[in-house]
């Protein structure tokens, strides 16, 4: 039975990835930081089927213990402080977590097993003020934030470590990908969520930032499929993972407020709180290498996405539940 370590285990990602691996047969060791409360709730479903290690990537000698101990065949390191607008307000932790927790993860695969295959979460942030639409594997990365910055220090680190020691190293550029497990905070989930509080008649407006910005959002179960087929590779390359389709925040809001019936200009409220010092205005993805070399491409379109979301806040609201 092979055995795969996923960092970021709570995570939107690190739980469909959880489940993915569980149906191919793997033993599955999640691996969480330690709070002051259990917030497992993206994970609780399948708990009892995952060996749960306490580890962060700021305390290098944990990583090691764990890899140690549990000898895993692949490391999906998901973990990250992964909300752009907080890097500006915390950029130095961002950078120790998101940046040089990357380091400290592949140092101790180098050292306890080099034979480990390893798959960094890399972003489309890394793209930033684009260069070139689409964008792909080739185009060159110009980060607009703490949280690009150190994503671009990640991935250059992953290639870094696979050319220096021949590690299976292996870095997806991951472009949006959303679902109902979506945090609170990115604005698709705020927005499903409120337009379901607004449906019920719980709430009355919600206050947003920049509506023209335009981002290639994906279902995130599409895309942990793509990080599992990466290491499943002979030869470990990086790959560009995204619709090739770009909406504007605008357009979403369009497309959840319909679906519901209700028009959304009667709602929104512009708030210069949620606009950031520095936009990412446009990113659309090329995803033809990983169409090609991976036989991957996505199955859950723009429209099924919002509507997916949105049935899902109806339904957590009034099942009486909270949001993730
Ligand atoms: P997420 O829901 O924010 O999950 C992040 C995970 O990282 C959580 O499990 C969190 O644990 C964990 N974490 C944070 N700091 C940690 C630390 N110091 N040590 C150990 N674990 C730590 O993010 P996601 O959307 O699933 O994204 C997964 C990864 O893909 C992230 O690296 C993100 O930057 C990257 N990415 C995401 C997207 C996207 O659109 N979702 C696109 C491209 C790349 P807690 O639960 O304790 O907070
Ligand atoms: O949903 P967002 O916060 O996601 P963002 O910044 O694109 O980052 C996400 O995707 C990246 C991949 O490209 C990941 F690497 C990263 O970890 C994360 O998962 O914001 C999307 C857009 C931005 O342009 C933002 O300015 O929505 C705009 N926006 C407008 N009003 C808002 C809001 N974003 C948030 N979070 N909240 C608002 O009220």
């Not at 949280?147 to 220096?164: C, D, L, Q």
Request: aromatic share 10%; glycine share 8%.
């Amino acid at each position: 039975m092979p055995k795969a370590l996923i960092t970021g285990f709570t995570g939107q990602d690190g739980s469909y990835l959880a489940e993915l691996l569980l149906s191919q047969g793997y033993d599955v060791v999640g691996m969480v930081r330690r709070t002051s409360t259990i917030h497992y709730h993206r994970v609780e479903h399948i708990q009892d089927k995952i060996t749960v290690v306490p580890g962060d990537l700021l305390d290098q000698v944990s990583l090691i213990h764990i890899l140690e101990e549990h000898k895993p065949d692949e490391v999906y390191n998901l973990a990250a402080q992964s909300f752009v607008q907080t890097s500006w307000s915390q950029p130095v932790f961002t950078g120790e977590v998101t940046a040089l927790g990357v380091t400290r993860l592949l140092d101790a695969i180098r050292l306890v097993d080099p034979k480990i295959r390893y798959y960094q979460a890399s972003s489309s942030e890394m793209f930033g003020k684009v260069v070139e639409v689409p964008q792909k594997e080739s185009t060159p990365f110009y980060p607009r934030s703490p949280y690009g910055v150190a994503k671009v220090y990640g991935h250059w680190i992953t290639v870094n470590y696979r050319e220096s020691y021949d590690l299976h190293a292996t870095s997806g550029i991951l472009f949006n990908h959303e679902s109902p497990r979506r945090g609170i905070e990115f604005v698709t989930r705020k927005i499903t969520y409120h337009v379901a509080k607004i449906k019920l008649g719980l709430a009355d407006e919600i206050r947003l930032g920049n509506l023209d910005a335009r981002r290639d959002w994906g279902y995130a179960g599409d895309y942990v499929k793509a990080m599992w087929l990466m290491l499943q590779q002979d030869e470990p390359r990086d790959y560009v993972i995204a619709t090739g389709d770009t909406h504007s925040v605008e357009e979403f809001l369009q497309e959840a407020f319909s679906y519901v019936d209700l028009d959304w200009h009667d709602y929104v409220v512009q708030d210069p709180r949620f606009m950031r010092p520095a936009e990412v205005d446009l990113l659309v993805g090329d995803p033809s290498k990983a169409g090609k070399e991976l036989g991957w491409e996505p199955t859950v379109s723009f429209r099924e996405l919002v509507r997916m979301m949105v049935d899902s806040d109806i339904k957590l609201l009034q099942d009486g539940g909270t949001p993730m």
